[in-house]
């Protein structure tokens, strides 16, 4: 903005008196008409600047390329849990969601029950008998600490889950480093993120969460856990491919030629990969007994109730 001296100003005098100051019985009033000075002809104040900039959105792209899939040795796991209230003394666990980023078959897995022990049973049956070694989450610190409170306050021993390695994508995507760098980036939501990246919008907001959970609707909070399991597996797999490590179409990023082989085209093998079993528990005799993570119902060894999969 161009500086100029205004030509305007106030002045004030101070006089003392002992007399009671004046005050009118009828306001005053005072019309005045404010005009404005030219400037010169170099400087330009575009009326809808402001407004402009405050509307305006980046472009989207016309499709959003598929997120490639890779087979790799299960090291590391993906988690997001759901809970009512952000301090564990507050509130209760919901359910587990996990997921195994590196496999072909990506599917994220929920363990919901009414028992939050049992909860932690299942998970910790699950993880503890695990080659994984990475635990991945958005802001992973806040299920990192639940799990880790839960497992103090029944008495639980988790030694592999405790030796951990952690990634949170909430700091990878705020300073696309995982060791800490000083910044004012804001961090952003992983629904943000998600309609940045992924062009989807929001599944549901967190009072919805709230809402079926008391209306005992885990098949809705499934959904929306593994909405953000497979966001935050997008956003681990994105960070591989922009890292060289991955090629955008899948398999490991490489500089020669990609052509396929009988060994590439090969079937997974089957052992790698599989979660093992969880107990679950009959609603009508109340017996207990193993099912695969993968089945969506399996008939009770005891009386022959369905039993369905907390999971799917």
Do not use: H
Request: charged share 25%; aromatic share 12%; with cysteine.
């Amino acid at each position: 903005m161009a500086e100029k001296e205004l030509s305007a100003g106030v002045q004030i005098e101070w006089v003392q008196t002992s007399e009671k100051p004046y005050k009118p019985k009828t306001v005053l009033n005072i019309d005045a008409v404010l005009e404005p000075e030219d400037v010169p002809a170099s400087t330009y104040y575009p009326p809808t600047y402001y407004e402009e900039w405050e509307t305006w959105t980046p472009p989207g792209i016309a499709k959003f390329p598929e997120i490639p899939t890779y087979d790799a040795p299960p090291s590391e796991l993906i988690i997001n849990l759901e809970t009512t209230r952000v301090k564990p003394w507050e509130g209760r666990l919901i359910c587990i969601g996990v997921l195994d980023p590196n496999t072909s078959a990506v599917e994220p897995y929920n363990i919901i029950l009414e028992s939050e022990e049992e909860m932690l049973d299942i998970f910790l049956d699950f993880y503890e008998d695990s080659d994984y070694k990475t635990i991945i989450g958005y802001n992973v610190s806040f299920d990192y600490r639940w799990i880790y409170a839960l497992c103090q306050k029944y008495r639980k021993t988790a030694p592999n889950f405790m030796n951990a390695k952690l990634v949170d994508m909430m700091q990878q995507q705020k300073q696309v480093k995982q060791a800490f760098v000083y910044g004012m980036n804001p961090t952003g939501k992983l629904d943000e993120w998600s309609e940045y990246l992924l062009g989807l919008e929001p599944y549901a907001a967190v009072k919805d969460v709230m809402q079926w959970y008391k209306d005992k609707n885990f098949e809705e909070i499934t959904n929306y856990n593994a909405r953000k399991l497979l966001t935050t597996y997008s956003l681990f797999t994105l960070d591989k491919v922009v890292k060289g490590e991955l090629a955008a179409g899948g398999g490991e990023a490489t500089a020669e030629s990609t052509t396929e082989t009988e060994e590439e085209n090969a079937p997974a093998n089957p052992s790698v990969n599989v979660p093992k079993p969880f107990m679950v528990q009959c609603g009508r005799c109340r017996a207990e007994q193993p099912m695969p993570v993968t089945e969506k119902v399996i008939q009770c060894a005891v009386c022959g109730n369905e039993i369905l999969n907390p999971g799917l």
